[in-house]
């Protein structure tokens, strides 16, 4: 398989895994371009390997998680923002379309998760790989896998309950 | 556990539509490939491992990365984003104030975001920039603003994360390739004569022929454009194969196992991949509906539930990760995360633990 002919079959997959795991647009586009021109600098190594779909994703994987501790930074104080439009988006809109709704609460929430957390969460919900591949691709122990994943829902029951205790404070 | 797992599932997969635009993405990656490929041939011409990347970087800086007016490196390297020829970027070249940015046309702006990116910068750079200028809104707006200032020749008050080193002679072939008439798609073809894994090396080798006056051995435009990535026709093809995988009674659960089969991550493309193989009148390696939730799943989701609802029990009752360490230590389990679901699961039987939170 050349670069070009992965490119065109593989590429839309490609982002829609890197938008979901990175959470954000911007960030998923970079990290792909920044993939994608290395994986093109080396291609015929990533070819020889038994699933080149599988080492990119491996890559992108290893960007997100290497990726500048800036962006989390600047990216946490964006939720913050958009989980109040979210909330005014609630009262609003609670009579149809709950499940977007809930679809979109949830991810605001996902988006405040340490970096590794989420990740546990989109391979074990969004890609379905068991602990075992999870820990070999983010290269820990399984444990440490279902530790991660039990921390990040914990944490995003929380951000829900603090939600929604914030919520009913504003209505009374 | 099951419902946390349908409502990420359903998260996720509602906010796919994000994704960005491929063509876009892959113009940018070829261009930033070019600038490590010039890179790597600059180390190698160096003696390589002399050459480390803060020499690359302060080569970079010393040559004056940045476009001047009179320079080409915004055009020659925007001309490598599109295969197509794109328009002088002298439309652009006013030399006027930028502290406050005047709206760009659709096409102004994506010749910005062309020169942003090709320059070497990336979002972490527009955030840094959004800073320095104490913008907000829309990092593309930063973007399209810092790639307009560099189209006007001047310079942008941080450095790109991925350094583009000006190559001249490389440009002079590529533009020769392209002059000549010559699209990517040539490229392509003559990688596979050449038998190079890589098209824009081929551009190369072929624009160095055409200037020494050779000729190659495929006309100009000859090769046929190949399925654009992510085009709305491409779109209907898939979503006519995933019609024809449903259709047929395949599941979710199939296409997990047609996954393991074909060694392919996403399931998606495995449902396009194997509608597509239905439609070409195919039969699949598995029968529809055969791979049921398997139990041992099912079981090992239980456990996982379980063990879930422990930990939660374990950190609601004020306990924390010292603790666990405590605990493991009178218990001699050095796993502290078991530690924490024995510590929960005895929690919930009523049970008190031996040190309080």
Known sequence: MTFEQFTSTRLPGLLRYAVVLTGNRELAQDVVQEVLARAQVKWRQIDRADSPDAYVRRMVMNEYLSWRRSWAVRNVRAVGERLDAIGDARATQRDHAQSVVDADDLWARLATLPRKQRAVLVLRYYEQLDDVAIADLLDCAPATVRSNASKALKNLRLTSEQQTRVQEKELT | MNQDADQLREAFVAHEYLAPDAAEVLAVAHVRARAYRRRRRAAQGAGGAVLGAGLVA??????????????????????????????????????????????????????????????????????????????????????????????????????????????????????????????????VGLAGLWKISDPYQAKIDAGTKLLAGDTLPIAPGSQPTPSTVATSSSDSVSTADLNAYVAAGYTYEDALGLRGLWKISDVYQVKVDAGARLLAGETLPIAPGSQPTPAAEASANAVASANDNAVNAYFSAGYTYDDAVTLSKLWKISDTYQVKIDAGQKLLAGQTLPIKP
């Open chain 2, 58 to 187: 302060s080569s970079v800086a010393a040559a004056g990365w940045l476009p001047n007016n009179n320079g080409r490196h915004g055009g020659s390297t925007i001309s490598m984003a599109a295969p197509a020829p794109l328009p002088s970027p002298t439309a652009l070249t006013t030399p006027t104030p930028v502290a406050s940015p005047s709206p760009l046309t659709s096409a102004q702006q994506d010749q910005a975001l062309s020169a942003y990116f090709a320059a070497g910068y990336n979002y972490n750079d527009a955030l840094a920039l959004a800073q320095l200028w104490h913008m907000t809104g829309d990092p593309s707006t930063i973007k399209a603003e810092a790639g307009r200032r560099l189209l006007a020749g001047q310079t942008l008050p941080v450095k790109p994360s991925v350094a583009s080193v000006a190559n001249a002679t490389d440009d002079a072939d590529v533009n020769a390739f392209f002059a000549a008439g010559y699209t990517y798609e040539d490229a």
